[in-house]
Each structure stands twice: as C-alpha cells, then as structure tokens.
C-alpha cells in the first residue's frame, strides 16, 4: 500500500498547532529549537520535524532559521524610494536580487493625495558596522534611477513578531493588559569569533538540516566546538542581539495547494505630539494584530509620521478595523493624533539582510567599490 501524504496545507490542525509556536513564540537562542517547540505545541518531536520539513520542501514555509535583532549589529532604516514609475520594477529587481543589504523590498501604495504618496518603493537596509548607509543610499540611488530617498531609522521598537498563523481570525481591539516593551536600538560590538558563530547561527536551514541536533553542523561550520557555540550564541542573547527561532511562512504568495496565508499588507502611520512617541509607540505596539511597531521620523513631506506598525491579513476592509480600533485605543488615552495614513504593500519581496562587515568589504570588491570609500 501506498504511504498517505505527509499534509503541508499551512490550516492542517497539526500543522496549525506547529507554526503557531513557531512562527515567532521561540525567543531567543535556544539549544533544542524543535525540543521546545514540541513541548509548547504538544506535537511529538519526530512527527514535528518530519511537518517541517514536508512544509519548507513544498514553499508552505518560506525559511526556516535563527533571526536576529539586526538593528543593534548594523546602521539600519527604513527607505522610501522615489523612483520614476517607468523603472519602478526594475530598481524593485535590482534592490532585491543585486543588494544583500537590503531585506524587505515592497511596492506601497496610498489613497491620500500627499508628496508621500510618489514614494512607493519601500525597502529595509542595514549596512554593517565601519560603513556609511548614506554613501550606500547614494550608491543604490544612481543604480535605481531613485530621485530621491527618505532614510528612517528605528529609534525603539515596540512590537516584532510575525505569526500570521495565530493572527488569523483575530478581533479588532485585540491588545495585551499592558502597554508594549520599548526595546532601544544599540549597537553592539562583536569579536571575531562572534561574527563567525553569529554567521553560521543565522543561516538559514535546509530540509534536510532540519534534525533534533540542530547546531553541531554550524558549530563545525565556525570552527569552535558544540559547547563553545552554545556559550557564545547565550552571551550574545544576553546582549540582546539574538531575536527567535522561526519557521517563515509566505507572506502574500500562495503556498501549497493554492492557499494564501495573508492576501494585504498594511503600514499604519501615525504622527503624535513630539515628546510623546514613547508613550505613544507602548500603546500601539501592545495591539496583537501588529507585526512590526517602531518609533521612526519621516519628516515633513510624510507630514511629520513618527509612529508606525505593520499588520497582515487576507481582508482589507478587516484591517482597516483593526487601524480603527488602534486609532480609538488612543484617542481613549489621550494621545492626540494630528495625522494618520494607511500605505498598502503591493508586490514584495523579503529575505535576510546581509551585516557582516566580512560580506560588505567582498561585495564592495565584487562592485568594484573601494571599501575604503564606503566607511563611514
């Protein structure tokens, strides 16, 4: 008899009760990622690896890998791009397939007749420590065609995590009892053998890497032993630079079997009276459907925004709900809002952003940069 299909339909109840964990509940490095993801979904260890890997085989998980809090590795910001819209696609091509510092590339789009509104190609940067992001922003800017650009980097974050697993279905007005965490953006200074455990830890996971001895081939891979690996990947947690174990699922494409896991994409813009962002950012970084929430200035033509937070789903009109619950949420607590905007994510694309200083000097050659030129 034939063996039945392994399922790798991302709303099989045993795969649901997966990637509800291991979306973004893991925190942290962990020694035995699946051990605890077992133990908080309650399925087996053996059944468990064997759905992961089914799934990442089959595109239903995007990747899975060690992510890192990669604002206190590297100078990071969000970009918004004003690119004419005959080469629109292409500087989306170039940014995406041709510049390893660049993460989330997205087309935006907004109903309101606003200067933001000729920004529509957003990207996240980090260019590793000794370098410049404005000379590397000039240099993208001459191989894009951008006319111009808006650098905002993330002063504190508020929310991060995307478990679009657990957010489906979620009520608008869903928060936490108290205000969000505020987690400060530092960088933090690493040795060389640190870069080379923390380059082997964030690699991402083949299907076939995807075994209950997680870390021996990546220890093996930064030339240090097991034990020697876990020391350097717990000191570095200590110093807030590692951020979760996670199984990446697609964000807009359709996965096995057709299915969407979140059809919009919706960055929500707020610009609150200066001097109130922190509070402000607790407020709307404790709301669950919430992603991503950060304090960043993008100055006057996004008519002083300086709060913003991502949130994903597969209903649009849903999603302005839960904007609508966030906007009474603080009205209710009495912070006044003098603007607000909603820009919606077209095509995207996401992988990791490259911050080692190693891969920035190679690629710099590779351009035919002087890496020199390019410090800051």
């Given amino acids: 008899m034939t063996a039945p299909a392994i399922s790798v339909r991302f709303d099989d109840p045993v795969n649901a009760n997966i990637l509800a964990i291991s979306e973004d509940k893991i925190a942290g490095f962990q020694r035995d990622p699946f051990g605890e993801i077992s133990r908080l979904s309650g399925v087996e260890q053996p059944l468990l690896v064997e759905r992961v890997q089914a799934m990442l085989r089959a595109g239903t998980i995007r990747r899975v890998r060690q992510t890192l809090l990669s604002t206190n590795l590297a100078a990071g910001a969000l970009i918004a791009w004003r690119v004419p819209t005959a080469k629109l696609n292409d500087a989306f091509d170039y940014l995406f397939q041709q510049d390893p510092f660049s993460g989330h590339v997205v087309i935006r789009t907004t109903d309101a007749a606003t200067p933001a509104a000729a920004y529509k190609l957003w990207t996240t940067l980090k260019v590793p420590q000794g370098y410049s992001i404005e000379k590397h922003c000039e240099y993208l800017a001459a191989r894009t065609g951008a006319e111009g650009y808006r650098r905002m980097p993330a002063k504190c974050l508020f929310a991060l995590g995307v478990g679009h697993t657990r957010r489906r279905g979620m009520s608008p007005g869903s928060k936490s009892d108290a205000p969000a965490e505020v987690t400060a953006v530092e960088i933090v200074q690493l040795d060389d053998a640190e870069w080379r455990v923390l380059t082997a830890l964030k690699r991402e996971f083949a299907p076939e890497e995807i075994v209950p001895d997680i870390w021996q081939t990546r220890a093996d891979e930064a030339s240090v032993s097991l034990e020697t690996f876990y020391d350097i990947a717990e000191a570095l947690d200590r110093r807030k630079v590692i951020g979760r174990f996670s199984t990446f699922l697609e964000h807009v494409k359709p996965v096995a079997g057709g299915q969407r896991v979140t059809r919009y994409n919706a960055l929500y813009h707020w610009a609150v009276p200066p001097g109130r962002e922190i509070e402000a950012g607790r407020e709307v970084g404790r709301h669950h459907i919430l992603t991503h929430a950060y304090w960043r200035e993008a100055g006057a033509e996004f008519q002083n925004v300086n709060i913003m937070g991502v949130a994903h789903g597969t209903d649009k009109a849903l999603l302005l709900e839960h904007k609508a619950a966030i906007d009474e949420h603080l009205a209710s607590v009495g912070i006044p809002v003098g603007y607000t905007n909603v ?34």
């Fill in 343 to 376: 820009f919606w994510g077209g095509r995207s694309e996401i992988k990791p952003s490259e911050v080692s200083p190693i891969a920035y000097h190679e690629w710099c050659e590779s351009v035919g940069l002087d890496p020199a030129a390019m410090r800051g």
